[in-house]
């Protein structure tokens, strides 16, 4: 497997190595809007259409039942079941750890202002189900609104061809508590949680990964008043390696990412030129191993290994890049993890593979992509929250402050802003 190797490159010459694998998406958007308006207008009836056209099923219960969750339990090893209660136990314990309590301050004598965070009442959670079922999703996106008290979750996931959902992603929304399960997957989900059909109750927020009609689909109905977790595209990883690195561990790091997807993109940013021979060795020995190695290998002819003078200079190159996922893989690697400025999750020290994150480790896998790390978090129970001020002012207070906002409002040309003041304080009224 031959790398795509950049010597110590210029800065002139690093936007040119930083462009993601782009896509055809000529006639994308308008394909993808035709399934939003038909499902918009005929409901159960198009979701059903385009499963059995895009997902080569026909199903006639679009709502999966309570027997099909209970039994989903039976159609799994205990092993498997055990790591995924595993699993939300800690993804359960980080996110918890992120409430908040209400914030109040007065700010003058009689003005009291406070900010409180309150649920998103409907949420949609997307759960891909085609070339990997990801029932790690339904405990990243699940457990959070679970925490924050959202009165509805709806899962949306495609169907496989016997016209079921798998038993993972059904046992994993069952421990959480999530009922609501619809057989739909691609733009049609996004369509059916966005505008509500009469089997799938209409969502406030949807959130989850998907392929670029599901992006896509995500961004029309955003710009229509449904909101959405975040820009999203083909994952991708960058690795900080230096010469304490273990050649393996980091190959298997850049081979884990990416045989997400044929898109997908790695890039080991090291100072240390014989690294990169070893771990391209290794990454041919491992390659040959993987079951998905053909779509693996496609992904790596995305990828770049580039040489830097310093480790100082690869962070630097990493924040501009701004990747969904960082790895740190060398001595004083918490140190080195103060410098991170733009990412979506880092992974710090040898023994911390992107994989822990993705699975197991307690931190959200649902991450900004494609270089919107720079402005975007991943989701957390912030994601599921709203954050609503309030204030409360009383005579004494309205007095203090009238004269400030009474003069301000006057200068926008305000006159209503002005009286809404004036006349509480019983002067310069012009009803008075």
Same mark, same amino acid.
């Given at each position: 497997?031959?790398?795509?190797?950049?010597?110590?490159?210029?800065?002139?010459?690093?936007?040119?190595?930083?462009?993601?694998?782009?896509?055809?998406?000529?006639?994308?958007?308008?394909?993808?809007?035709?399934?939003?308006?038909?499902?918009?207008?005929?409901?159960?009836?198009?979701?059903?259409?385009?499963?059995? %056209?895009?997902?080569?099923?026909?199903?006639?219960?679009?709502?999966?039942?309570?027997?099909?969750?209970?039994?989903?339990?039976? %159609?799994?090893?205990?092993?498997?079941?055990?790591?995924?209660?595993?699993?939300?136990?800690?993804?359960?314990?980080?996110?918890?750890?992120?409430?908040?309590?209400?914030?109040?301050?007065?700010? $003058?004598?009689?003005?009291?202002?406070? %900010?409180?965070?309150? &649920?998103?009442?409907?949420?949609?959670?997307?759960?891909?189900?085609?070339?990997? &079922?990801?029932?790690?999703?339904? =405990?990243? =996106?699940?457990?959070?609104?679970?925490?924050?008290?959202?009165?509805?979750?709806?899962?949306?996931?495609?169907?496989?061809?016997?016209?079921?959902?798998?038993?993972?992603?059904?046992?994993?929304?069952?421990?959480?508590?999530?009922?609501?399960?619809?057989?739909?997957?691609?733009?049609?989900?996004?369509?059916?949680?966005?505008?509500?059909?009469?089997?799938?109750?209409?969502?406030?927020?949807?959130?989850?990964?998907?392929?670029?009609?599901?992006?896509?689909?995500?961004?029309?109905?955003?710009?229509?008043?449904?909101?959405?977790?975040?820009?999203?595209?083909?994952? *991708?990883?960058?690795?900080?390696?230096?010469?304490?690195?273990?050649?393996?561990?980091?190959?298997?790091?850049? =081979?884990?990412?990416?045989?997400?997807?044929?898109?997908?993109?790695?890039?080991?940013?090291?100072?240390?030129?014989?690294?990169?021979?070893?771990?391209?060795? *290794?990454?041919?020995?491992?390659?040959?191993?993987?079951?998905?190695?053909? $779509?693996?290998?496609?992904?790596?002819? @995305?990828?770049?290994?580039? =040489?830097?003078?310093?480790?100082?200079?690869?962070?630097?190159?990493?924040?501009?890049?701004?990747?969904?996922?960082?790895?740190?893989?060398?001595?004083?690697?918490?140190?080195?993890?103060?410098?991170?400025?733009?990412?979506?999750?880092?992974?710090?020290?040898?023994?911390?593979?992107?994989?822990?994150?993705?699975?197991?480790?307690?931190?959200?896998?649902?991450? &900004?992509?494609?270089?919107?790390?720079?402005?975007?978090?991943?989701?957390?129970?912030?994601?599921?929250?709203?954050?609503?001020?309030?204030?409360?002012?009383?005579?004494?207070?309205?007095?203090?402050?009238?004269?400030?906002?009474?003069?301000?409002?006057?200068?926008?040309?305000?006159?209503?802003?002005? @009286?809404?003041?004036?006349?509480? %304080?019983?002067?310069?009224?012009?009803?008075?």
């Amino acid at each position: 497997m031959n790398l795509n190797i950049s010597k110590y490159p210029q800065l002139s010459e690093w936007e040119s190595l930083f462009k993601r694998p782009t896509l055809n998406v000529t006639n994308l958007f308008s394909t993808v809007q035709e399934i939003l308006d038909e499902v918009k207008s005929n409901g159960d009836q198009a979701l059903r259409q385009y499963t059995e %056209r895009f997902d080569g099923v026909s199903v006639q219960d679009i709502q999966v039942s309570e027997q099909e969750i209970s039994d989903s339990e039976t %159609r799994l090893s205990e092993k498997l079941k055990n790591a995924i209660r595993q699993a939300a136990a800690n993804i359960e314990l980080f996110h918890k750890a992120q409430r908040t309590e209400p914030l109040f301050v007065e700010t $003058m004598p009689g003005i009291r202002c406070w %900010r409180k965070a309150i &649920p998103i009442q409907k949420v949609g959670l997307y759960i891909p189900g085609g070339t990997a &079922p990801l029932f790690s999703s339904v =405990l990243m =996106l699940g457990i959070p609104a679970k925490i924050a008290g959202c009165r509805e979750i709806v899962l949306c996931s495609p169907p496989d061809k016997t016209g079921n959902i798998n038993p993972a992603i059904l046992f994993a929304a069952k421990i959480i508590g999530i009922t609501t399960i619809i057989k739909a997957g691609g733009a049609q989900a996004i369509a059916a949680m966005a505008y509500g059909t009469k089997s799938v109750p209409r969502t406030d927020k949807i959130f989850g990964p998907g392929n670029q009609f599901v992006t896509a689909a995500k961004q029309l109905i955003s710009l229509s008043g449904t909101a959405i977790d975040m820009p999203a595209g083909p994952s *991708e990883v960058a690795v900080i390696a230096d010469e304490t690195a273990n050649p393996a561990y980091v190959a298997a790091d850049l =081979l884990s990412q990416a045989e997400h997807g044929r898109d997908s993109q790695v890039i080991l940013f090291t100072n240390s030129e014989s690294l990169v021979d070893d771990i391209h060795t *290794e990454i041919d020995r491992q390659l040959e191993q993987l079951p998905r190695k053909e $779509m693996a290998a496609e992904s790596l002819g @995305n990828s770049r290994v580039i =040489l830097t003078k310093t480790i100082e200079e690869a962070m630097e190159m990493s924040n501009a890049y701004a990747p969904e996922h960082l790895i740190l893989a060398t001595k004083d690697a918490e140190e080195l993890a103060e410098k991170v400025v733009n990412a979506g999750s880092v992974f710090v020290g040898h023994y911390t593979p992107e994989s822990a994150g993705d699975y197991a480790s307690g931190t959200n896998h649902t991450l &900004p992509t494609n270089g919107t790390a720079r402005a975007y978090s991943g989701v957390s129970l912030d994601s599921y929250m709203k954050m609503v001020t309030f204030q409360a002012i009383s005579e004494e207070g309205i007095e203090l402050l009238g004269d400030t906002i009474e003069e301000m409002a006057a200068a926008e040309q305000l006159d209503a802003h002005k @009286n809404a003041v004036s006349i509480r %304080r019983k002067k310069s009224y012009n009803g008075a």
